[in-house]
T-cell receptor, first 112, second 111 residues
Framework: EAQVTQNPRYLITVTGKKLTVTCSQN?????MSWYRQDPGLGLRQIYY???????DKGDVPEGYKVSRKEKRNFPLILESPSPNQTSLYFC???????????FGSGTRLTVV | EDQVTQSPEALRLQEGESSSLNCSYT??????LFWYRQDPGKGPEFLFT???AGEEKEKERLKATLTKKESFLHITAPKPEDSATYLC????????????FGQGTRLTINP
């Protein structure tokens, strides 16, 4: 089944403890992206990648890092999480620049 | 700055009662306008991409249209399973993979 898989689905962590949210797609898509979704603010893009080793900032990149060492994987790294990063995170992938994205099921992160 | 505004925020309809959702956008040059459906606790599900004014696309009870300033998602004779939040997003020419989303319209269809 074609899909984008994120792990974990739920995570509660403490301020300052580094964490990684994994994202993997099995559709051989070149384009991948991370979003956060907050009530009243909608979906906002954090980072995106156009190919292996090619990444760029979205609208809200502060406090996040990404890497794209393999085509299928696009992990999101929070080096020192803070409570304002409590949010619902989505990874997504696309075959081409102006095609629709396929989204993962989301990761609900709580930072206390 | 690229912007997307969706209206209404929420819409409650009776089963079979047709209506339209609006997506107004401001973008330097439109590469594509996207419609997604999102169910509670799930990731957005892709519905349509529209590329130029005058374009229309249909899927079951949904029809999306595009003008130079706005897009409409028309829902004909909706069923309770059409209840969801509908999201609109735009991608600008030269904007690489940047997608700007609206806040969404929460649609409820009562049986």
């Amino acid at each position: 089944e074609a899909q984008v898989t994120q792990n974990p689905r739920y995570l509660i962590t403490v301020t300052g403890k580094k964490l990684t949210v994994t994202c993997s797609q099995n559709m051989n898509h070149e384009y991948m992206s991370w979003y956060r979704q907050d009530p009243g603010l909608g979906l906002r893009q954090i980072y995106y990648s156009m190919n292996v080793e090619v990444t760029d900032k979205g609208d809200v990149p502060e406090g996040y890092k990404v890497s794209r060492k393999e085509k299928r994987n696009f992990p999101l790294i929070l080096e020192s999480p803070s409570p304002n990063q409590t949010s619902l995170y989505f990874c997504a992938s696309s075959l081409a620049p102006n095609y629709g994205y396929t989204f993962g099921s989301g990761t609900r992160l709580t930072v206390v | 700055e690229d912007q997307v505004t969706q209206s209404p925020e929420a819409l409650r309809l009776q089963e079979g009662e047709s209506s339209s959702l609006n997506c107004s956008y401001t973008v330097s040059g439109l590469r594509g306008l996207f419609w997604y459906r999102q169910d509670p606790g799930k990731g957005p599900e892709f519905l349509f991409t529209l590329y130029s004014a005058g374009e229309e696309k249909e899927k079951e009870r949904l029809k999306a249209t595009l003008t130079k300033k706005e897009s409409f998602l028309h829902i004909t004779a909706p069923k309770p399973e059409d209840s969801a939040t509908y999201l609109c997003a735009v991608q600008a020419v030269g904007g690489a993979q940047k997608l700007v989303f609206g806040q969404g319209t929460r649609l409820t269809i009562n049986p």
